[in-house]
């Protein structure tokens, strides 16, 4: 099987083709600040992103050669994980985002290219995957529900493929999968469906190092009615300049350890915290499984930092067996559940949110 895999970001367009997963091409397209100015939507830039794309593939790769297309999934209502095949109501919906992201160009490019190929287009995996058990819902504020917003697409990626490891489906496993990045997400995967996560986006779980986590509500509501800050600015405080950025002035995790090992005790302290706030969140989700965790998997950026991952494993590592699986393959991941689909080895869900 042969397929594209188009993962647009907020200032490049990565693609790869792989075939059987294996990558046999890659190339990221830059999209220079003084281009996507002229643009005041992200879906302005459709026809802009499309003409880069098919450009980089000239010479490559004949679109007919291809056996699916498949695109980072965007901002769409809440879903189920899984693979979809892009279909008008996906089209309409990532056309209609609320929130602007150019991860939701994906499906579309991704059903053009396809429909001149002849070839099926799917997405998968979007970070609004969301299999929350009801029960998780519920907030003391009865206008507030928590929200199933996370790592999606790299924590199932990384789930499935220790499942296949040790020779076991993953939806017989129960895992849990700390995503750590510029935000940090920690999912309880249960039998196959992520029933329970912190919302990394909208300031739910540890402090990471652009995002402030969890904050006691009340100082919290004395600080925007300080008359100090605008709305805006809460926000940013929130996302954006919370958590390491606040406190050290920068989200270079490696550099802020190297200064604690040669001796600057405010980095160590900082570090020390955020790693005991991942492992809170880890212990949080080991209690949503019953204590019947198979294995903990660490994964994203910040999981190549060796004194990070030794003191979660002093945290939790009596819980379960730890797996470490540092940075985020997106772009294998996403071949990964192409194959999948067009094998027939993996599912291919019907989109119809409720929300």
């Known amino acids: 099987m042969k397929v594209l895999v188009i993962n647009p970001g907020s200032t490049s367009t990565k693609i790869a083709i792989y075939e059987d997963n294996v990558q046999i091409w890659k190339h990221g397209i830059f999209h220079y600040p003084e281009e996507l100015a002229k643009f005041q939507h992200i879906n302005e830039q459709y026809q802009y992103r499309r003409d880069c794309l098919t450009k980089a593939l000239e010479g490559v790769c004949k679109l007919e050669e291809l056996d699916g297309i498949i695109g980072r999934g965007g901002l769409l209502k ?9 279909t008008e109501r996906i089209k309409e919906d990532l056309k209609n985002a609320k929130m602007q992201h150019a991860s939701n160009l994906a499906g579309l ?4 290219l396809a429909s001149i190929a002849g070839c099926p287009a799917f997405i998968a995996d979007p970070v609004v995957t969301d299999e929350l058990w009801d029960i998780a819902r519920p907030t003391g504020i009865a206008e507030i529900e928590r929200q199933s917003i996370f790592h999606a697409l790299n924590s199932r990626a990384v789930s499935r493929n220790y499942a296949k490891e040790i020779g076991k489906p ?24 992520v029933v329970d996560v912190n919302d990394g986006l909208n300031g739910e779980g540890p402090f990471s190092p652009e995002r402030a986590g969890t904050i006691p509500a009340a100082q919290l509501a004395e600080l925007c009615f300080s008359g100090k800050y605008t709305l805006n600015e809460v926000k940013k405080k929130l996302i954006g300049q919370g958590g390491l950025v606040a406190h050290l002035g920068t989200t270079n995790t490696a550099d802020i350890l190297e200064k604690a090992a040669n001796g600057d005790k405010k980095c160590q ?21 019953r204590g019947k965790t198979d294995a903990i998997i660490i994964t994203g950026g ?11 494993k002093e945290w939790v590592g009596y819980l379960a067996p730890i797996v470490v699986v540092p940075g985020e393959d997106e772009l294998g991941a996403l071949a990964m559940n192409a194959i999948g689909a067009l094998k027939g080895e993996l599912p291919i869900q019907v989109y119809n949110p409720t929300k």
Do not use: C, F
């Open 78 to 86: 809440p879903m189920p994980g899984g693979v979809y095949r892009v």
């Open 109 to 112: 490019l991704a059903d053009e």
């Open 170 to 193: 993953y939806e017989e496993l129960n895992l849990i999968v700390a995503h750590l990045g510029g935000g940090i997400t920690v999912s309880a995967h249960h039998k196959g469906r």
């Open 269 to 289: 302290y900082i570090m020390d915290a955020m790693h005991y706030a991942i492992a809170k969140q880890i212990g949080a989700m080991h209690v949503t499984l």
């Open 302 to 312: 910040i999981a190549h930092n060796i004194p990070t991952v030794e003191s979660l």
